[in-house]
């Protein structure tokens, strides 16, 4: 379980670095601590649909439902900001008092309930569900509303919205990777690499060399090919 006490004024994380995270500890780093970035064909499709999600910024209200887009979110207690793609507020007995964008009180209880735009469809491992679970970590927190018990994921290839149980083991994983992020991030540590079957689609796979193993981080490397051009 988290610890309560919240992160100090370390600048927080990203969510969607649980994305990369989740698919390799090494591209997190490249990416996050070391500022490294390069853009596939993947990386650029996934951006144009989060920007279709959040076109346009509103709240509208359908029946017992408010749809709340592009809503930016963080946590204290785990030391995360981020943005959720929709934030559906449904009517319900569990839920909590919620304003309007003017600061006016909306009648009724409501409860969050995160849905996260991707392309492509289910994936076999957990990375887009630790994203939807850190959401809502975020949300209980700022809205001190009870434990999000389901969040949805909509898979633009499928055009099906599947939902997520956030259940105790997910969130304890998701607790446990945002742990492990910090602790790198704190100690400004990048992985060696371990090479997979995954490199062949990594948007960083020409920065991310074996040949980087000889120096302290890819950067120095990056920092001494330019050098020798320069000579």
């Not at 975020?138 to 009870?146: D, G, N, R, S």
Request: proline fraction near 6%.
């Amino acid at each position: 379980m988290a610890d309560h006490a919240a992160i100090d004024d370390r600048p927080d994380l990203l969510i969607s670095g649980l994305q990369h995270f989740s698919f390799c500890r090494r591209q997190w780093a490249l990416i996050h601590i070391e500022g490294e970035w390069e853009e596939n064909y993947f990386t650029v499709d996934g951006a144009i649909l989060h920007e279709r999600a959040d076109d346009p910024y509103a709240t509208e209200k359908r029946g017992d439902t408010i749809v709340s887009r592009a809503m930016e979110v963080r946590s204290a207690i785990y030391g995360i900001a981020g943005k959720c793609d929709v934030v559906e507020f449904r009517r319900s007995a569990d839920g909590v008092p919620i304003r309007d964008r003017h600061g006016g009180r909306r009648e009724g209880l409501w409860l969050p309930v995160p849905v996260e735009y991707k392309r492509g469809s289910t994936k076999e491992d957990d990375a887009d569900r630790l994203q939807l679970c850190a959401q809502a970590f975020c949300l209980e927190e700022m809205l001190a509303c009870p434990a999000i018990p389901v969040a949805y994921l909509y898979y633009a290839q499928t055009r099906r919205r599947e939902p997520v149980a956030l259940d105790p083991p997910l969130r304890e994983k998701t607790a446990e990777c945002l742990r492990e992020m910090r602790m790198l991030y704190d100690r400004a540590y990048t992985p060696r690499v371990k090479t997979s079957a995954k490199c062949r689609s990594c948007s960083l796979r020409e920065i991310c060399l074996p040949k980087l193993q000889k120096y302290p981080s890819a950067r120095a490397y990056t920092d001494t090919i330019w050098e020798a051009r320069d000579l």
